[in-house]
């Protein structure tokens, strides 16, 4: 949603703040601002991406040492300078991610009280909130929890007092936070990226509990005043990892990252090669008791839940369904025993999968997370948690997130059609190898192709419409290689089932109407040859892509062909994912488009 950082210690903090936005940039990226404390609170603040505002403090002396910084993806008000954060007052300026939902009638009772506003932002509102109350008590931390007990809604805050400079205060609740104590000083940032230069530990601080960072450490209040512990917790990262690695995007460098992302997931989960979650709920005949799987997610982890509910349901049998998480818990779902709730999130802070996740606990229902941050939301209040230990997925476009929760929800079906008597050992241990081993090497294989990719990319450049059909689990496949492709190209495109097409939306199809026809489920393939042949005969320019051993199998017309090197074992899921991420790609890459953060786009989107 929004990025934000801060820094008090020992050097000047502006290089600091800098560079922690531009490691958040993908947070958020249509304005940036910072506050430096000294004798005086200065706040600068710019529209546009972080280079612009680099542009406004060249050439100024920038000594401070205590400052905060923000990169914003607008909720309320323009992407425009004034609106831009931090928000000062006489008294403080703050940075908020996240929304305050009763802003409205706040900001009419400060501007009953005199307050001056300048901006159109929701975060204002809290700012001259607090300003009013620091103003009667002087107690920064007593101060900010009466200011939160007004607030609703989802925020982290970082604050500085003018006449507090050095310190920097930090809040949180629905929004992520972390801050963390280094040689330099200390941090506080919305994710870890933006701290990984400096320290690989970092504090999560619960939500209630008022954060002061100093240069000499970070420490946390509750709200009677009481200095109470956090847990310290340690990422694996490298800087290298968060960082490029010389591929010219994020996205194609986490795509070229799937294999060992893959494998990597996939034997943290196998022990003598089956699947072993160090869950008891999971390992355990717990499993077969479970009558129903809910998967619920957003975006491209409800996708990978699609994937996942269709191979619950063919190899446990067990009744598996989808809902969208924004969807979910407005429509007064009908929660019983016997249901197990299964949430997928790639950053474990998307607001609404959060909210669906509370829905279904506050309902009783056995809740387990599949999330790719660990501590994250999402991870902390699920009943169980699976982490996929892909790495960070900076890309805006989720990708190797996308693999590997398939590949985590490939095992929990294996183990679920075990624990239900519905498989045995042997074949268990067979889907296992493949997904362990077989699996990696066709998504490697399948990387391959990317200059035959490209060219078919570079085909559709100018395309206006695109169709995405496939049947089965293709078909569920064919709603992530669409998502991918509107979500970086800007192209418009559909993925549809392909025997619905006939029903309606063939109208569409009209001479040189590209169709992306996807065919790697051997059961299905002659009633996908039926509908190329329908779309076809209308004027479609159909690119097939389609695994070997049903391309030697079938005769089929296309007009561009990828055959896939994958097998048709009902794993083809992850090589025909990545070739549809390359077209994606590529598409946008040839557009000259900003490939990891498109426009109107944030990674976690932590409002509702
Ligand atoms: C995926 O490419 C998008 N960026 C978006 O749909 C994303 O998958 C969705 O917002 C969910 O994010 P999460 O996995 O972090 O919960």
């Known amino acids: 949603m929004c990025g934000i950082v801060g820094f008090t ?40 991406r972080l280079s612009c505002l680099q542009q406004k403090l060249k050439g100024g002396v920038w000594g401070q040492t205590c400052g905060i910084g923000h990169t914003r993806w607008a909720t309320h008000g323009a992407p425009v300078d004034h609106n831009a954060h931090p928000h000062a007052t006489p008294r403080l300026a703050m940075v908020h991610n996240g929304i305050i939902e009763n802003y409205a009638e706040l900001t009419a009772a400060l501007c009953e009280q005199g307050c001056v506003f300048r901006s159109e932002t929701d975060t204002e509102s809290a700012a001259w909130l607090l ?3 620091y103003g009667e008590n002087h107690d920064p931390v007593q101060a900010i929890f009466k200011t939160i007990k007004q607030l609703r809604g989802s925020f982290a805050f970082g604050v500085i007092f003018a006449d507090r400079p050095g310190e920097i ?29 400096h320290t690989k530990a970092y504090y999560r601080p619960d939500e209630g509990v008022v954060c002061r960072l100093s240069a000499q450490g970070v420490c946390f209040f509750d709200d009677e005043g009481k200095e109470v512990a956090q847990r310290l917790e340690t990422v694996d990262w ?85 809902e969208i998480a924004s969807e979910f818990r407005y429509a007064d779902p009908v929660l019983g025993t016997g249901d197990l709730m299964i949430l997928l999130s790639q950053s474990g802070e998307t607001a609404d999968t959060l909210a669906a996740l509370r829905h279904a606990k506050a309902q009783g229902v056995p809740t387990l997370a599949i999330v790719n941050v660990v501590g994250s939301s999402v991870a902390r209040e699920a009943d169980h948690v699976l982490y996929t230990p892909a790495g960070p997925e900076i890309a805006v476009a989720s990708t190797k997130a996308y693999s590997v929760q398939c590949a985590v929800l490939e095992l929990i079906a294996i183990r679920m059609a075990m624990a239900k008597g519905r498989m045995d050992a042997h074949r268990a241990r067979g889907l296992c190898v493949q997904l362990a081993d077989h699996v990696p090497a066709e998504v490697l294989a399948t990387l391959e192709l990317s200059d035959r990719i490209r060219t078919l990319a570079v085909a559709l450049t100018d395309a206006q419409h695109l169709f995405y059909i496939g049947r089965d689990l293709d078909c569920a496949l064919c709603t992530e290689g669409s998502l991918k492709l509107k979500e970086i190209s800007y192209i418009h495109s559909e993925a549809y089932a392909a025997g619905e097409l006939k029903h309606g939306a063939i ?26 042949r329908e779309v076809r005969s209308r004027g479609a320019r159909v690119i097939l892509f389609i695994t070997r051993d049903l391309a030697e199998r079938y005769e089929i017309p296309f007009d561009d062909c990828v055959q896939l090197p994958v097998s048709s074992t009902g794993q083809t899921v992850f090589g025909a994912a990545t070739a549809l991420q390359l077209l994606a790609y590529h598409v946008a890459a040839a557009r000259g488009l900003d490939v990891d953060k498109p426009r109107n786009l944030a990674k976690s989107v932590t409002v509702e």
């Open 507 to 532: 109208s569409l199809i009209e001479r040189d109407t590209p169709v992306v026809a996807l065919m790697t489920v051997p059961h299905v393939a002659e009633k996908m040859i039926s509908a190329i």
């Open 9 to 48: 210690g020992k050097r000047a903090a502006l290089p600091l703040l800098l560079s922690g936005l531009s490691a958040l940039e993908y947070r958020g990226y249509d304005s940036a601002g910072v506050a430096l404390a000294a004798e005086r609170l200065v706040t600068v603040k710019s529209a546009g």
């Open 169 to 197: 205060y930090a809040v949180r609740r629905d929004s992520p936070l972390i801050v963390a104590q280094a040689e330099e000083g200390s941090f506080l940032a919305s994710d870890v990226p933006a701290l990984l230069a």
């Open 131 to 133: 300003d009013g109350i």
């Open 238 to 322: 490298s800087v290298e990892q968060a960082r490029k690695d010389g591929f010219e995007h994020f996205m194609i460098k986490e795509i070229y990252e799937e294999p060992q992302a893959l494998q990597r997931t996939v034997q943290h989960y196998l022990k003598k090669g089956l699947p072993r979650f160090q869950n008891p709920m999971l390992d355990g005949d717990a499993l077969a008791s479970f009558k129903r799987v809910i998967l619920v997610a957003c975006g491209t982890a409800m996708h990978a839940g699609l994937v996942g509910a269709y191979r619950i349901e063919k190899m446990a049998r067990v009744p598996a369904r989808v």
